[in-house]
């Protein structure tokens, strides 16, 4: 059940964040705000800066920021509601509960997450006791410091070592977490025999499953790599291994590298490349790509130089097409078919790594380059082959950038037209909107940031934003108006408030820009009435020229009488004088 958002606001408004970041970090008053070494990176010099009146910390160093909720979560590893939990307690509230009739996601069951840690504990217990376990994490250059990071273990051979840790081995609830197996007869076994286990953390930091892999020479018992299964906790399509523990250098690098194998992930964070998480196994998936662009937006993804690694490469952009927004990032660094991520790292160091990292492929010229390599394009069947192959990537296109340059470059290669293109693959109207669109789509995100920003410091403008007057089309345009119903429905509002409800709404990036930017502006003389007029004539401005542009591309015969007068009045303004 979700905690209802009034309380929230009731709960940021009574507790004090000085006082709760003060007890962990001692802040030093500096101005209008404190301020102090930042708990997230390593500094000499404070750039963590909280605000006492707008109730939130942003780090000028590293972008670490949020609300007391957001600073309980990052700093002691709390879930959301337990941070809200240990908050309410602070200040005597006691956490009101709401029904909803929407359908609650599966909850993590707190039974289950407690037996998943027992294992983990018990698995890193097991890891020092295994020689031969040691001995391939340092025969793989892992050092004992990176084992801990990641947390990684060691399931030892026999078939009922867990008995150890559970008195109740033969319980459902040991299968349901995908630690035992019950066979036909009923016979109940441990899942992880003789591998080295590495831990699965949700984002939260919670152990929410494992992935076992063979000792060398053992190759005969079972597969190399052994997931644990799904279960209410764990989906695989979904997590990404590392990236609970690859969080922060993540934000710092701006970047993340997706990488297939766990190794993968354990030997570049060895070689100081700790801005990487694994896949599980799979193929990358949408959910995947979704949960990293929250993150960054630049992605590269690398891996295995072979076919099985390529043949992933091209999976992975296949779902991340429908994703793909003009402005993120996505390359593919191929490695020498010799080489997995693992191996390349430990052959040519950080340095050699970052220097591959230069020259990762860019998504648009990886997809041209695999579709036309396939076919004889001097061939007609060949050219004919091409378009068949493209029509399935371009109609996944949401990005009207990348969509309009790929068009382009494709029926370029197969010696048609765009339009010929465009008619033929049955491809909606051309992304390649009229020049006066493009100008909005260029302004654009800077001008509802702006928005977003000014709603942020003064949440009661948001009654005054005249939603309908705005392209609906401009980025973000979905928080702005998340935005104005949160306000709408909750007046009295505070900036704290509105910023930790929109976590759930907007990407962690845009978050961390609006906390910057409300930190840097000065309340005494920042002008926010007329800056707020200005911008909404600018948003109406760009709303009368977006219609515009759609009027120009429809046939005339459709137009209305008023799109007409529209129409002749911007003829008659754009003509020379
Ligand atoms: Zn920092």
């Known amino acids: 059940m979700p905690i209802p958002q009034h309380f929230i606001q009731e709960l940021l ?12 970090v001692p802040l030093k008053k500096a101005g209008a705000n404190y301020v102090a070494c930042c708990p997230f990176h390593r500094e000499k010099t404070p750039s963590f800066t909280v605000s006492p ?6 780090c000028f160093g590293c972008g670490a920021h949020g609300t007391a909720i957001g600073f309980l979560m990052e700093h002691q590893g709390l879930g959301f509601i337990e941070a809200v939990e240990d908050l309410a307690r602070r200040v005597g509230l006691k956490v ?33 006791r295994s020689e031969r376990a040691i001995a391939y994490l340092k025969g793989r250059g892992v050092s ?17 070592n867990l008995r150890e840790v559970f008195s109740d081995y033969e319980s459902v609830a040991l299968t349901t977490a995908g630690l035992t197996i019950r066979s036909e007869e009923g016979r109940v076994y441990d899942r992880f025999r003789d591998r080295v286990m590495f831990p699965i953390h949700d984002q939260r930091g919670h152990v929410i499953g494992f992935g076992g892999r063979i000792l060398e020479g053992a ?40 990488v297939e194998g766990y190794m993968d992930a354990v030997a570049l964070t060895q070689h100081g490349i700790e801005y990487v998480v694994a896949t599980l196994g799979t193929a990358t998936t949408s959910q995947q790509i979704t949960k990293l662009v929250r993150h960054v937006d630049d992605v590269v993804f690398c891996f295995d130089g072979d076919p099985a690694g390529r043949g992933a490469a091209w999976r992975a952009m296949m779902n991340a097409l429908p994703m793909v927004k003009d402005g993120l990032k996505l390359s593919f660094l191929f490695l020498p078919p010799e080489h997995d991520p693992d191996s390349y790292v430990r052959a040519f160091g950080q340095e050699g790594f970052e220097d591959a990292l230069k020259n990762a492929v860019p998504l648009s010229v990886y997809l041209i380059r695999e579709i036309s390599t396939r076919h004889d394009l001097t061939t007609q069947e060949g050219r004919v082959r091409l378009l068949n192959d493209a029509q399935p990537l371009l109609q996944q296109i949401q990005a009207p950038g990348l969509g309009l340059l790929l068009r382009k470059r494709i029926a370029e ?7 010929e293109l465009e008619s033929l693959l049955k491809l909606g109207p051309s992304v390649a909107k009229p020049r006066l669109e493009s100008q909005v789509a260029r302004q654009s995100p800077v001008l509802t940031r702006e928005l977003l920003k000014l709603l942020l410091f003064r949440p009661s403008l948001a009654t005054r934003v005249d939603v309908s007057a705005i392209p609906p089309t401009l980025p973000q345009m979905e928080v702005v108006r998340y935005v104005i119903e949160t306000v709408l429905a909750q007046p009295d509002i505070s900036s704290a408030a509105l910023l930790e409800s929109l976590r759930v709404m907007a990407s962690e990036k845009l978050c961390r820009y609006l906390t910057e930017q409300l930190m840097t502006l000065d309340a005494q003389t920042f002008d926010i009435e007329s800056e707020f007029q200005a911008l909404m004539n600018k948003l109406e401005r760009l709303g009368h020229s977006g219609n515009l542009a759609s009027i120009l591309e429809k046939p ?10 529209l129409l002749r009045n911007y003829r008659r303004s754009a003509e020379p004088k």
Do not use: C
């Open 144 to 160: 004992g410091e990176i084992a801990a990071r990641f947390q990684i273990g060691y399931a030892p051979s026999g078939w009922q």
């Open 53 to 58: 009146t707008k109730q939130f910390y942003h």
């Open 219 to 258: 190759e005969h018992a079972g597969p190399k790599y052994l997931n644990s299964p799904e279960t209410v906790l764990f989906q695989k399509g979904q997590e990404l291994y590392g990236l609970f523990l690859a969080r922060r250098a993540i934000r710092e690098a701006g970047r993340v590298v997706v």
């Open 13 to 24: 408004d009574r507790v004090d964040l000085v006082d709760v970041i003060d007890r962990v």
């Open 413 to 419: 290669l197969a010696g048609v037209t765009q339009a």
């Open 96 to 128: 009101p509960r709401e029904s909803s009739d929407r359908p609650v996601k599966l909850r993590a069951d707190p039974d289950m997450l407690d037996v998943m840690q027992r294992a983990a504990n018990y698995y890193r217990s097991q890891l020092k």
């Open 556 to 565: 005339l015969h459709q137009l209305t009488e008023q799109e007409k007068a």
